[in-house]
Structure formats: structure tokens, C-alpha cells
């Protein structure tokens, strides 16, 4: 009898645990969710889900079934044989990996760690954490790696919002201390997707976690810098220079610029690998510049909008400013690292003091210093701002009534290229319109 016939925990209930506890769940494997925060073990108990990408239909009917169950007790796993956890690997102030979260839970399960168990770290994580943090534990145990307890790394590559690429199509990249840890692993993996990709090693498959968000964060980084190019330039739009370059039917990967990077994946997974090359007396360049680059982008966008306000008639600390979307990408209601929020905090140090906000997906929002209310987008209020600026184009808004009603756009999006822009005014993001001394060009 493989894992997939037994009992599963899952630590971890976020954007990543909870729909992977669900769909465990739904595909009958007895899942117990396992997380400290007891606002969410209840409301999964009721049956209501707090992650858009599980609806709490779908949730409430595995919790209604009994397949899915919560409990903020982390003793819950000796009852379970399998361990996934999916806990935060955020990155500290210095940008330096913060592993306290899988330290923590594997302190948490270590007492109870049994023959059997078979533990995968699914977290985003530098390479040799998998063997670092989890093998010792099993070991003191009493548990023999591969024959009597198994241990592998198999990332989570979801990506949050898409309603094209779910568990089932998006394969799981599994690297197991043993061959027959992977293959347990696999075992369990294949109850909720397709295809289980093999690879050598746990650490495998934790730098392929990392080199497919560095390949993005990359890339994005590259973009960003011609579009900042384009606007010193002037006359040329990346946007149209990006919609050319891909009609190359091979050899290029279409990015696009953007404000900045947001979610908890691409702007601080390749931390953790430039961290873990200086172990080895190893310079990452191309992380830390795109990094850098693209940490910079909402500061970029803030200077558009300060040069946008430079050319109202009204003074810069009594100018208004909109701000379009705080969600870090479109049709979800995840903020963190937000480059809304960011723009908003680079914009309050140059001296704009009246900011609000719009984003049907976030009513409302408390993110440090700041705290707000989404306002309902409508012809009037439009009117009341100097500037407003677009960072994430949710599909529901409507654009046109956007650039009717706005008296100045500052468009990261390439929203203008939806509507009949008639007489808006707007800058876009590497649309080549920033003149010199602060001039318009349309
Ligand atoms: N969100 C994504 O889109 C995404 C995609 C791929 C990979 N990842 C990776 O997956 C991991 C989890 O990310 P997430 O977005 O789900 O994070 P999250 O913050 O949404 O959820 C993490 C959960 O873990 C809980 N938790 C923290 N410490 C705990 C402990 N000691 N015991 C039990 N529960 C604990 C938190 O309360 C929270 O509910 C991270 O390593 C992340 O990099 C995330």
C-alpha cells in the first residue's frame, strides 16, 4: 500500500498548503492541515475558504466529506505517514534567506517523527536544505533514509490566479534523498497531478525551483531596462518593439515591462541562491543586478508620475494621485511586495501627500505605515485626481472610462493599447513619451 492510501498532513495552510490539502483531499486522501494560525484552522473547519484559488464550495464540500480536516495542533502528524510542509521562506531585511519557518516546523514534528514517515519540503528553499534540515531529524529518530522513513524536495510551481495551468498539467519536479524516497514521493504526488518529473537529487530540484524564478527574474530585469531605454530615447515603444521581437517564431520569450515585482516567489527566491553562492566564494552577478533593476522600477515609476504632476497647474503637495491596482498581478488579491504599495511609499517620500486607492480585489489594505480603502472607479471621481496611475489591469475594470475621465495617466500596462485613447493624456511605461525637461510627447 503506497501513501497515497494513508493519512496526510500538510503544515502550512497558505496560497500554497490550503489548495494542496483541498485537493488531496478531493481526490480522497484523509489530509489534516496543519498551521499556528488558528483564525484560518477555523474558518477551513467551517468550511470557508480564505486563498482565491480554492473556493469555499470546493473546500467546504472536502471538509463537509471528512476528508480534509484542521488543527493548529502540529502533534497531529504522528497520526498521519505522510509530511508536506509549505511554510514561508520569506527573506530578511538584508536580504538574507529566513529558513526559521521550516527550522520551526521541523523542531515541531521532530518528537514525533516515526518509521513510516515519509516527509516532503515543498517551501522554496536554497539547494542542500532538504538534506540540512530534515534529514538529521529523521535520522535521530531512529529512521533509516530510504528503507524504513523517506525524505524528498518536490516544489510547488503553481502559478496563483491561472485558471489555465492547475495541480493536474503543471508537473511536479520531485528529487528524493534515495531513489526509493523519490518513488514513495512520486506515489503520493501522482494522487493530485499528472506527471511526476525525476530528477537525481533534492537539491536538484531546489535549484531548479530557483533557476525557473531567477530565469524570470531575469528576463523581467532585461525589459525593464529597455523600457527605461525607450523612454530616454524617446519615440520608440517597447511595447511595440516586444509585440515585434515575438513574432520570431523561435529563440525569443516574450516579457514584459512592468512596475516592479511583486507575490512571495520572484522577487525573493533568487536571494537565496546568490546567498548560498557566496558559501562557496561565488558572485552571482545577474541575480543582484536584476534584482536591483527591478527593485528599482517603482521609484522609476514614481519619477513618471512626479513628472507627470510637474506639468498641472496645481502644486505638488496639493496634488491627488490614484492608484489603480495594489494586488501584485491581475485578477488575484495577494499584496505582498506589491509595487503598488511600493510606488505609493516612493511617491509619499517625494512629497505627495494625497494618495487613494482602486482595486476591486483589495477592499482594503493595512501594510506597514499605510492603511486604506479601495474607492469605486466612476466618472466623477476620476476627474478629482492629477494624476492616476495604472499598476495592475485587474480585467474587470473598465479602461476606457479610465482614460476618458483621467486628466493624466501614468499606464505600466499598456492599458492605452486596450482603449480609443482620443484625447487622454498618459505616459506609458517605456512608451518613449518622457521629454526632455519634463515636456509630454504623444
Ligand atoms: N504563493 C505562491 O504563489 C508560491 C508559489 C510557489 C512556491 N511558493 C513557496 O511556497 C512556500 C509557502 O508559500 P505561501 O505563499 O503558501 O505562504 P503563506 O504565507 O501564504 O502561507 C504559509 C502558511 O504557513 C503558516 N505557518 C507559518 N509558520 C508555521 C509553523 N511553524 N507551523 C505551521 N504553520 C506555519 C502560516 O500561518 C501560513 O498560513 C514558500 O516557500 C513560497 O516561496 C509560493
Known amino acids: 500500500m503506497g501513501y497515497g492510501n494513508n493519512k496526510l498532513s500538510i503544515i502550512g495552510l497558505g496560497y500554497v498548503g490550503l489548495p494542496l490539502a483541498a485537493e488531496f483531499a478531493k481526490n480522497g486522501v484523509n489530509t489534516v492541515g496543519i498551521d499556528v494560525d488558528d483564525s484560518k484552522i477555523k474558518k477551513i473547519n467551517k468550511g470557508e475558504s480564505y486563498i482565491s484559488d480554492i473556493s469555499t464550495e470546493d473546500l467546504s464540500a472536502v471538509v463537509t466529506k471528512g476528508t480534509l480536516t484542521a488543527t493548529t495542533d502540529i502533534s497531529a502528524v504522528k497520526d ?31 518528537p514525533y517523527l516515526r518509521k513510516g514517515h515519509l516527509v516532503i519540503l515543498r517551501s522554496t528553499t536554497y539547494p542542500g536544505s532538504t538534506r540540512e534540515f530534515i534529514v538529521p531529524k529523521m535520522e535521530a529518530a531512529g529512521i533509516e533514509i530510504g528503507t524504513d522513513g523517506h525524505v524528498a524536495f518536490a516544489p510547488e510551481r503553481v502559478n496563483p490566479g491561472s485558471e489555465k495551468y492547475n495541480f493536474k498539467n503543471t508537473p511536479i519536479v520531485l528529487g528524493g534523498v534515495t531513489k526509493k524516497c523519490t518513488e514513495e514521493a512520486s506515489n503520493l504526488l501522482l494522487m493530485v497531478t499528472n506527471d511526476v518529473i525525476k530528477v537525481s537529487s533534492p537539491e536538484v530540484a531546489e535549484m531548479a525551483k530557483l533557476l525557473e524564478n531567477i530565469f524570470r527574474s531575469v528576463n523581467i530585469a532585461m525589459i525593464n531596462e529597455m523600457a527605461m531605454l525607450c523612454d530616454r530615447i524617446g519615440g520608440i515603444d517597447i511595447w511595440e518593439v516586444v509585440r515585434a521581437a515575438s513574432t520570431k517564431p523561435f529563440g525569443f520569450m516574450k516579457f514584459n515591462p512592468g512596475p516592479g515585482i511583486g507575490g512571495h516567489c520572484i522577487q525573493i527566491d533568487p536571494y537565496y541562491l546568490s546567498w548560498k553562492a557566496k558559501e562557496y566564494n561565488f558572485y552571482s552577478d545577474f541575480i543582484e543586478q536584476a534584482a536591483k533593476t527591478n527593485e528599482n522600477m517603482p521609484r522609476y515609476v514614481a ?18 494621485v490614484l492608484i489603480i491596482g495594489v494586488a501584485y498581478k491581475p485578477d488575484i488579491d495577494d499584496l505582498r511586495n506589491s509595487p503598488g504599495i511600493h510606488v505609493w511609499e516612493a511617491l509619499l517620500e517625494k512629497g505627495v501627500n494625497s494618495i487613494e486607492y482602486s482595486d476591486p480585489f483589495v477592499p482594503a489594505f493595512k501594510e506597514g505605515a499605510l492603511e486604506s480603502k479601495s474607492l469605486d472607479l466612476n466618472e466623477d471621481m476620476l476627474k478629482e485626481y492629477e494624476c492616476v496611475v495604472i499598476i495592475t489591469d485587474h480585467s474587470t475594470i473598465d479602461w476606457q472610462m479610465v482614460f476618458d475621465n483621467s486628466k493624466f495617466i501614468v499606464d505600466t500596462r499598456n492599458a492605452s493599447e486596450r482603449v480609443n485613447t482620443g484625447a487622454s493624456k498618459y505616459y506609458s511605461l517605456g512608451g518613449g513619451q518622457l521629454g526632455k525637461n519634463g515636456t509630454y510627447r504623444k
Open 80 to 110: 498521519t505517514d505522510s509530511i508536506i510542509i509549505c511554510v514561508p521562506t520569506p527573506v530578511t531585511v538584508h536580504k538574507t534567506p529566513d529558513v526559521s519557518f521550516i527550522q520551526s516546523v521541523v523542531d515541531g514534528i521532530a
Open 303 to 320: 519619477d513618471m508620475t512626479i513628472q507627470a504632476l510637474s506639468m498641472s497647474s496645481t502644486p505638488l503637495p496639493n496634488c491627488k
